[in-house]
């Protein structure tokens, strides 16, 4: 059970790392670009405050959130394993291009727009941002079998 939960808190950390890419430009790019900060003082006070928030402020905002999303009793250490692995790739698969047929360049992942969708055996993800003309917004279409 002990390295069980020591595996998972690994996995929780390097999560915590590589969702760093995406965060971190929202973060610290201001207090970087005007010079509030240098980089590695940004990244240290960022990296502080997350990690203090947590317990200077509690999880009243994820709670509420949260609250009857979960039902805590069919959490297991898989069900976490799982979730945070999903994150990983998904995180990955972000900041990953894609070459589509007509040559343009596609972002994987979305924000702000429809869910993954799985019909005639195809896998439906839109990538980039919704509600925006910025290059790189597609649909990408996956073969679920690998075909």
Known sequence: ???????????????????????????????????????GWAVLWA????FVAAFAFGTAVANTVGKGMIDIKIVTFAVILGGLTGAIIWDFDTVQDFQTVNGVKARGGSINSMAPVIAGGMLYITSGYSGNAMPGNVLLAFSVDGK
Request: without cysteine; charged residues 5%.
């Open 1 to 39: 059970m002990f390295w069980v939960v020591v595996a998972l808190i690994l996995v929780a950390l390097l999560f915590d790392y590589i969702n760093g890419f995406h965060d971190a430009a929202n973060s610290i790019a201001t207090v970087v670009s005007t010079r509030v900060l240098s980089p």
């Open 47 to 50: 990296a502080f405050f997350n």
